[in-house]
């Protein structure tokens, strides 16, 4: 059950390593958003549902634990646990409606639901509006490990990482994954061999939000902000386009397009392109999808078993 | 007691007008919306990024060259549909055999790039656009001030909208329409030429949108993203009507324009979410949409 492969070890080494040799904050960055794009992915790359409305679950994770921690004092454990689930519920809410539809409807139900959401945050009195909650302090991790220090957040968000890690890859590879990639292939088929298929893609939807929970909740402590783009429209659209860039339907692809998309935005928000930004997202959508289906990761493994099988 | 109701009547019938205006866009572009689904089988993303281009080109017509609004109502829809029909035919139609989602991804993609064209040169604080001298005023009614240009937004709409549905439903343009919807294989044995028909079915869609646009900006501000918030609603527009029926898109749209006036009357707070918790409301009882048939 427990079997690591060789790239899950190259995975874990790189990531122990990498806050000596990159900013820590931005490996962190990377983290939570490859967290958030891998959540994402297991349900557009295993089950072929597009979700345009993750943001509510980034969102609503981050904006929950913000609270939590700031106006209750809560510890940092049990506000990104009150965070992930807060957003799996929502998830659970939001996903018994929308698989009822499929498709392009899908994509349209989810980012209507998500705009609901985004309307709450602005008007709720708690989030602080357009300006966001700020100043959300770390706090102690289980009462002594002190995340003020970027080392200790960092491997924090590590270890986060490498659960959500395992635990999409654990799901993939288990036979309710193997239901969810018979939906993908052929639903009609899933149907007539006994499954229920929608909840079947209700669970999954589930998963899947909580998991984008848990990375907002994370990035919240990070940051130690919460804001109001973290839920807007446009971080859906950056979801997809960090899996869609990575490879799709990859385990690590989401991982590299994140990091690749974070990496782009840092470089350009630094210099005179920053303008460019939207134009640039737009560009690399156009291509990946006329060219460059398979993403990153896709690519690469072609490549592999073309040259190397 | 009695100014109370008059105050009261005044304010009904204002958020009713206003209401009965967005109507009048969420109707415009999701019979645009409807209308490209039905051949293409796809929905364009890219609806509200042109609709805020239709704005943006009257603007610019209107600076730079001097051309009026009159003209600008038949230029622009025309340039925009010229816009999308290169769009289909050269990036669209490449991947009209993958999977749907894709298209969608690109025309999401198209947008930001729109959007982010127009950030940049424009910024995104907004230009105005003078109502044209033959529409400024408006007429006292009993009940209400109706200001010309408003009502002149409600007619042009509505006149196109009727317009868009008899020839669909009622001519053999249409029909080869609907016939392409139904079978496109068929219809292309039949010697038509359906992707020709599918590329003018697509330009038209998306002249509705520049139309849409040429409309809004003397009333809207013209910026970059007033397309984009106002696609979403749209989006759970056809959600809730469907996209089965020409006719349904256009009637849901201008009831939940009217719907939302009537929110932002009784509950402002709840106006910019009702339209959402109604499609919440429709996929609990009827998930297909009021007008859809039953996949």
């Given at each position: 059950?427990?079997?690591?492969?060789?790239?899950?070890?190259?995975?874990?080494?790189?990531?122990?390593?990498?806050?000596?040799?990159?900013?820590?904050?931005?490996?962190?960055?990377?983290?939570?958003?490859?967290?958030?794009?891998?959540?994402?992915?297991?349900?557009?790359?295993?089950?072929?549902?597009?979700?345009?409305?993750?943001?509510?679950?980034?969102?609503?994770?981050?904006?929950?634990?913000?609270?939590?921690?700031?106006?209750?004092?809560?510890?940092p454990?049990?506000?990104?646990?009150?965070?992930?689930?807060?957003?799996?519920?929502?998830?659970?809410?939001?996903?018994?409606?929308?698989?009822?539809?499929?498709?392009?409807?899908?994509?349209?139900?989810?980012?209507?639901?998500?705009?609901?959401?985004?309307?709450?945050?602005?008007?709720?009195?708690?989030?602080?509006?357009?300006?966001?909650?700020?100043?959300?302090p770390r706090g102690e991790l289980?009462?002594?490990i002190d995340l003020s220090d970027s080392l200790n957040m960092?491997?924090?968000?590590?270890?986060?990482?490498?659960?959500?890690?395992?635990?999409?890859?654990?799901?993939?590879?288990?036979?309710?994954?193997?239901?969810?990639?018979?939906?993908?292939?052929?639903?009609?088929?899933?149907?007539?061999?006994?499954?229920?298929?929608?909840?079947?893609?209700?669970?999954?939807?589930?998963?899947?939000?909580?998991?984008?929970?848990?990375?907002?909740?994370?990035?919240?402590l990070?940051?130690q902000?919460?804001?109001?783009?973290?839920?807007?429209?446009?971080?859906?659209?950056?979801?997809?386009?960090?899996?869609?860039?990575?490879?799709?339907?990859?385990?690590?692809?989401?991982?590299?397009?994140?990091?690749?998309?974070?990496?782009?935005?840092?470089?350009?928000?630094?210099?005179?392109?920053?303008?460019?930004?939207?134009?640039?997202?737009?560009?690399?959508?156009?291509?990946?999808?006329?060219?460059?289906?398979?993403?990153?990761?896709?690519?690469?493994?072609?490549?592999?078993?073309?040259?190397?099988? | 007691?009695?100014?109370?109701?008059?105050?009261?009547?005044?304010?009904?019938?204002?958020?009713?007008?206003?209401?009965?205006?967005?109507?009048?866009?969420?109707?415009?572009?999701?019979?645009?919306?409807?209308?490209?689904?039905?051949?293409?089988?796809?929905?364009?993303?890219?609806?509200?990024?042109?609709?805020?281009?239709?704005?943006?080109?009257?603007?610019?017509?209107?600076?730079?060259?001097?051309?009026?609004?009159?003209?600008?109502?038949?230029?622009?829809?025309?340039?925009?549909?010229?816009?999308?029909?290169?769009?289909?035919?050269?990036?669209?139609?490449?991947?009209?055999?993958?999977?749907?989602?894709?298209?969608?991804?690109?025309?999401?993609?198209?947008?930001?790039?729109?959007?982010?064209?127009?950030?940049?040169?424009?910024?995104?604080?907004?230009?105005?656009?003078?109502?044209?001298?033959?529409?400024?005023?408006?007429?006292?009614?009993?009940?209400?001030?109706?200001?010309?240009?408003?009502?002149?937004?409600?007619?042009?709409?509505?006149?196109?909208?009727?317009?868009?549905?008899?020839?669909?439903?009622?001519?053999?343009?249409?029909?080869?329409?609907?016939?392409?919807?139904?079978?496109?294989?068929?219809?292309?044995?039949?010697?038509?030429?359906?992707?020709?028909?599918?590329?003018?079915?697509?330009?038209?869609?998306?002249?509705?949108?520049?139309?849409?646009?040429?409309?809004?900006?003397?009333?809207?501000?013209?910026?970059?993203?007033?397309?984009?918030?106002?696609?979403?609603?749209?989006?759970?527009?056809?959600?809730?009507?469907?996209?089965?029926?020409?006719?349904?898109?256009?009637?849901?749209?201008?009831?939940?324009?009217?719907?939302?006036?009537?929110?932002?009357?009784?509950?402002?707070?709840?106006?910019?979410?009702?339209?959402?918790?109604?499609?919440?409301?429709?996929?609990?009882?009827?998930?297909?949409?009021?007008?859809?048939?039953?996949?």
């Amino acid at each position: 059950m427990f079997k690591i492969s060789k790239s899950t070890l190259i995975l874990v080494a790189l990531g122990l390593i990498a806050p000596y040799f990159l900013y820590p904050v931005f490996v962190m960055k990377v983290l939570c958003f490859g967290l958030f794009a891998m959540a994402f992915n297991l349900l557009l790359g295993y089950v072929g549902l597009l979700s345009f409305g993750h943001a509510a679950f980034l969102g609503t994770g981050g904006y929950v634990t913000g609270y939590l921690v700031m106006e209750t004092g809560l510890s940092p454990e049990l506000g990104i646990l009150c965070g992930t689930i807060a957003a799996g519920l929502l998830g659970a809410l939001y996903g018994k409606l929308a698989v009822k539809r499929e498709g392009i409807y899908f994509a349209m139900v989810t980012l209507a639901l998500a705009q609901l959401a985004f309307f709450f945050y602005l008007q709720a009195p708690f989030t602080g509006g357009e300006n966001g909650m700020q100043g959300i302090p770390r706090g102690e991790l289980f009462g002594f490990i002190d995340l003020s220090d970027s080392l200790n957040m960092y491997y924090t968000v590590l270890v986060i990482f490498l659960f959500g890690f395992w635990l999409i890859n654990r799901t993939i590879h288990s036979p309710f994954g193997q239901i969810l990639k018979a939906i993908r292939e052929n639903e009609p088929r899933a149907v007539s061999l006994g499954y229920n298929v929608n909840d079947y893609k209700w669970v999954a939807f589930i998963i899947s939000a909580s998991l984008a929970g848990l990375a907002g909740s994370t990035k919240t402590l990070v940051f130690q902000l919460a804001s109001l783009s973290d839920a807007h429209w446009h971080m859906s659209g950056e979801v997809v386009l960090m899996t869609l860039l990575g490879g799709m339907g990859t385990l690590l692809g989401p991982l590299v397009g994140a990091a690749s998309v974070v990496t782009i935005q840092n470089y350009l928000s630094g210099g005179e392109l920053g303008n460019y930004i939207h134009i640039i997202m737009g560009l690399i959508f156009v291509v990946c999808v006329l060219a460059f289906r398979s993403g990153i990761v896709g690519e690469f493994q072609k490549f592999m078993r073309k040259n190397f099988s | 007691m009695a100014s109370l109701f008059d105050i009261n009547v005044f304010g009904l019938f204002g958020q009713l007008l206003i209401g009965l205006i967005n109507g009048s866009f969420y109707a415009l572009l999701s019979l645009g919306l409807a209308i490209i689904f039905g051949l293409l089988k796809i929905i364009n993303f890219a609806q509200g990024a042109l609709y805020m281009l239709g704005a943006f080109m009257a603007w610019m017509v209107l600076q730079y060259f001097g051309i009026n609004y009159w003209a600008a109502l038949f230029i622009v829809p025309l340039a925009v549909g010229l816009i999308g029909v290169i769009m289909e035919r050269f990036l669209l139609r490449r991947i009209s055999n993958e999977d749907h989602l894709y298209s969608l991804l690109l025309t999401f993609g198209i947008a930001l790039i729109l959007q982010g064209v127009f950030t940049h040169i424009f910024g995104s604080s907004g230009l105005s656009y003078k109502i044209p001298a033959e529409l400024k005023g408006g007429f006292k009614l009993p009940f209400m001030y109706l200001p010309t240009y408003r009502a002149w937004i409600i007619v042009v709409s509505l006149l196109v909208c009727g317009l868009t549905w008899y020839m669909i439903e009622k001519t053999k343009l249409g029909a080869y329409l609907r016939a392409g919807t139904e079978n496109p294989k068929l219809m292309q044995a039949f010697g038509i030429n359906v992707p020709l028909i599918v590329t003018l079915t697509f330009g038209f869609g998306v002249g509705l949108a520049g139309l849409g646009g040429v409309l809004a900006a003397p009333i809207y501000s013209v910026s970059p993203y007033m397309g984009a918030d106002l696609l979403i609603v749209v989006f759970a527009i056809v959600v809730i009507g469907g996209m089965g029926s020409i006719g349904g898109a256009i009637l849901t749209g201008l009831a939940m324009g009217i719907l939302e006036g009537l929110t932002k009357y009784f509950y402002p707070e709840a106006s910019t979410t009702i339209i959402f918790v109604v499609m919440v409301i429709v996929l609990l009882l009827k998930p297909s949409g009021l007008f859809g048939k039953e996949a």
